[in-house]
Structures are given as C-alpha cells and as structure tokens.
C-alpha cells in the first residue's frame, strides 16, 4: 500500500492544448474515432467497429444512471444569483424514494454565491403545464464540504418534475461553455435509466441502438449496473502524492442477475466507462467483507478508498479468489432475499492495484494529474504515455464528448 500511497501526481500530467478538449460531440455518436491498444500495441478504428473487436460470448456491462438536471438559479430580492447545485439526497437519502416526493426533501448541495445567501428562503416561481408552482430552498447549515438545503415546493408534482422543469443539465467545467439545449440528449446514454447522476458516465456516449445491436448479434452479452457519478469525478488530485488525495463516495446498485451473469463469465467482464470498473471491481471487495463475518448488513459493505491496497487485511489472511468472493456476495444476497445490492464505494485504483474482475475496457481521454489517469495507467501497467501519445499525435478528441479507445492489457 505505501508504495501506491507514495505515486507523485506529478508523474501523470501531459500537455493537453484546449483545442483538443471536444467542446461538442459528433453529429453521430458511433462515427467517433477509437484507439486500439491490444497487449502493448496500438492501432486506430472506428467506435461503430467496436463489435467486432470483441471476443464473441464475452460479457460487456454498462452503467445506467441517468444525469439529472442537477444545477438550479433562485434570485434574491437584492438581485444576487445563487446557484445550488445538487450532489446526493440527505432526507430521503434514497434517490429513487427522493425523485418521487411531492412536497419537500433535502439535499447536500454546492452553493454559489454563498457568502450573499447567509440566511432566509430562496423562493422562485416555475411553471408545469400551465400550472403555477412555488419552490422554496432554505439553507440548514454546513454538512461536512456541502450545503444542506430543505426544499418546499407547491402543486403535488414529484421532485424529478420539479428539476426538470427549473435546473439545467450540469455540463463539465473544462467544457468552458454554457449547456445548450442539445446536451440535454448528447450528455445522456442512448440506454440511461436511473436518475441521480450530476455528470454522465461518458464512455457511454458513443454508443448508438445500432452498435449495441451488433453487439448483441456479436454474441456479446450485456448487463447493466448504476453508480451515480457525483461532482466529486472532476475533483482535481491536489495534494503531491496520492496518499493525501480523499476519493469521493459514490452509490452503487447492482442486480444480483447481474453477480449471477458474472459468476457464468468465471468473474471476467468488459467495463465500459470507469464508473462501471468502480462498480465491478467494488463487488470483490465487498464478497470478501462478507467472507469475513456472514452477518454483515448492506450499509456496512460500503468498500473504503484504501481497502485494495490491505488496508483492513489481517497479515497472514488468505485473501479469496474472484469467484470466491462473487459467489459470497450471491449467496449473501439470496439469504438476505435481495434481488439488488445497494451499497457505494469510495474506492481508489492506481498503481499497484490487482484488477479482479474487469479485462477489458472502453474509457475516453481523461484529464492530466487526474485519479481516472491513475485507474488507466493501473489497467495497462504503467503503459499510459503510449496511449496517450500516440492520441495526441493522430489528432484525438479528448475528454467528455472526446474520442473512445479499447483497452486490452
């Protein structure tokens, strides 16, 4: 552990000019371009090409969440802007309890403008088909890093309405740009489903019905799981060494289908994006907390940043293979009578981690000195400048709306 603990961030920055940061997508998503790396070597494809370069029979899992409309504007009567920016549900702390509750919840926020909103209720007015309906936010205090906000609102209407029709799709910052109406479809998964996330999972946007339809007469097997990406995604790695760096949490929901389709894959799947990795790769993590003590409850399998690196392994502990653990976590599930696993993870990949689960993976062009650098050059052992540069030379989008790669270590 202390040796990952130790990695310079310094060691994976590069010269990223921002005319190589896609500040739009392709008018096509599947005509992106698509890096190759295959056993330390690489080529260039296609993303709509993607099937082909499959092992057919393979499993591939996607994640599913949905990006909300996260980023929403009172005015005081001074005049003052605030933005709240929603992170996670506080009261319910179930999103998908949160998005149905039709007269108040609360919520960790990020606030704009903060030191002009010491105090008092925030009220705007919005319409829902030709219906009138006052939102009300009152700022309770500080929680941790972020803002807990009460919000009060008229008319019956499920709180997934009320930001729908009042907040505005939360674009990522490098993007330098406002969001316009098109990214409230090119910033979303053509399969997303679970409201929750603030920032898509952007591996995902490349794909179109027609490339997962040849992905499925590939014999390609899919599966889909849901980690909503918090803000905490574009958290800038300041510290000197990783060791210093808190990784956010994320929350996960996985189908115990989706454990049993795994275990049917001897415990190997193709992640695409690197939420799903986080996901994947939480899941041994928490088969092992389950080895340990049989009568652990959901909440406590919550998978710890450092947990990987035998932060929590007793020294002589044998630790269980990927089949082991996965078959745990089913059994677990079965006794428990749950058909999905809810739980998060705070997991960091970097360096020196053993990847358990995931052999392949489809993941865009990240930013430099960033904890999704880390996971990469983890995945191809350290091969990360190769990749890199040969994107940087052929003329390579990068980022969220960037060009794709494959990545077979």
């Known amino acids: 552990m202390m040796k990952t603990k130790e990695i310079h961030i310094s060691e994976y920055n590069y010269e990223l000019p921002d005319e190589r940061i896609a500040k739009f997508p392709l008018a096509e998503r599947d005509s992106s371009k698509l890096l190759v790396y295959r ?26 969440t949905k990006v909300i409309q996260a980023r929403l504007h ?7 802007l605030i933005e709240v920016f929603l992170l996670e549900p506080a009261e319910p702390a179930d999103y998908e309890q949160m998005f149905q509750t039709t007269e108040r919840c609360s919520w960790l926020c990020l606030v704009g403008n903060l030191k002009k909103w010491r105090e008092g209720t925030l009220s705007r007015t919005i319409t829902i088909q030709e219906e009138t309906i006052l939102v009300k936010a009152t700022r309770r205090g500080e929680h941790g890093t972020s803002q807990w906000i009460d919000f009060e609102w008229s008319g019956g209407r499920s709180f997934a309405e009320i930001i729908d029709a009042m907040g505005e799709l939360p674009i990522p910052p ?41 992905l499925d007469a590939h014999g390609i097997e899919r599966e889909e799981l849901t980690l909503h990406v ?9 510290s000197d060494t990783i060791g210093q760096h808190e990784m956010h949490t994320e929350f996960v929901a996985v189908r115990r289908h989706t454990i049993e389709r795994l275990l049917a894959h001897e415990g190997h799947a193709i992640a695409v994006g690197t939420t799903s ?3 994947l790769e939480s899941l041994y993590y928490m088969g092992m907390k389950i080895l340990r003590n049989p009568d652990i409850k959901e909440e406590e399998l919550h998978v710890n940043q450092w947990e990987p690196y035998g932060a929590e392994t007793a020294p002589n502990e044998k ?3 990927t089949m082991e653990a996965l078959t745990a976590l089913r059994d677990w599930m079965v006794r428990h009578e749950l058909t999905v696993l809810h739980s998060s993870t705070q997991i960091i990949i970097a360096p020196g981690y053993d990847y358990k689960i995931v052999k392949m993976l489809v993941t865009n062009f990240h930013q430099p ?9 983890a995945f191809v052992k350290g091969d990360w400048h ?14 969220s709306y960037g060009d794709s790669s494959l990545l077979i270590p």
Do not use: C
Not at 191 to 211: C, D, E, M, Q, W
Not at 230 to 238: I, M
């Open 39 to 64: 056993h330390g070597t690489v080529s260039e494809s296609v993303f709509r090409d993607l099937p082909s370069l499959l092992p057919q029979g393979a499993l591939m899992v996607f994640n599913n």
């Open 230 to 238: 918090g803000a905490g995604t574009f958290k800038p790695v300041k």
């Open 174 to 214: 490098y993007l330098n740009r406002e969001t316009q109406e098109s990214d409230k479809t090119t910033y979303q998964t053509v399969y997303s489903k679970i409201k929750g996330s603030v920032a898509a999972p952007t591996a995902g946007l490349h794909f179109t019905n027609r490339v997962l339809d040849e």
């Open 386 to 399: 190769k990749i890199y540069d040969y994107a940087l030379a052929h003329d390579f989008r990068f980022l």
């Open 319 to 321: 630790l269980p293979g």
């Open 277 to 279: 990795v986080r996901t």
């Open 74 to 80: 009172f005015r005081k009567e001074t005049g003052a």
């Open 369 to 377: 000195q960033s904890t999704l650098l880390l996971l990469v050059s």
